[in-house]
């Protein structure tokens, strides 16, 4: 299941899984995912309203499906090129808010096996 047209607006669903997968809402998280932004459309964008669709499209997502999406978006775009970047990235979220759940260190040991499955 692949659900995404570009790779950028793949890992923006990625930032935001990893963001809520504690189950909160942080400012401060939802702050690095701007941030990264920056990095994934250097286009004119409308950051606020990308990452708001972005966020009601993973709200709105059977959570069951999860990893299958995932398995087949990763082998889809390739993105074992990317690995260390964007288990950075996600590491750099759930850090942001100082504090590291187990939830969300659980969903990022999750992604890195996924990824180094296919890679």
Do not use: C, W
Not at 3 to 23: G, K, N, P, Q
Not at 91 to 117: C, F, H, P, R, Y
């Amino acid at each position: 299941m692949i659900i995404h047209a570009t790779f950028e607006d793949f890992l923006l669903f990625l930032y935001v899984h990893i963001s809520r997968a504690d189950s909160n809402y942080d400012p401060t998280e939802m702050a690095v995912i701007q941030e990264k932004m920056n990095g994934l459309y250097p286009n004119k964008v409308d950051f606020d309203k990308k990452l708001y669709l972005t966020l009601r499209e993973y709200k709105d997502f059977d959570k069951s499906k999860l990893n299958e999406l995932f398995v087949d978006t990763i082998k889809h775009f390739k993105v074992g090129k990317d690995k260390d970047k964007i288990l950075n990235d996600l590491a750099d979220i759930i850090k942001a808010d100082g504090q590291v759940q187990t939830a969300e260190t659980n969903a990022l040991e999750s992604l890195k096996k996924t990824i180094d499955a296919y890679f």
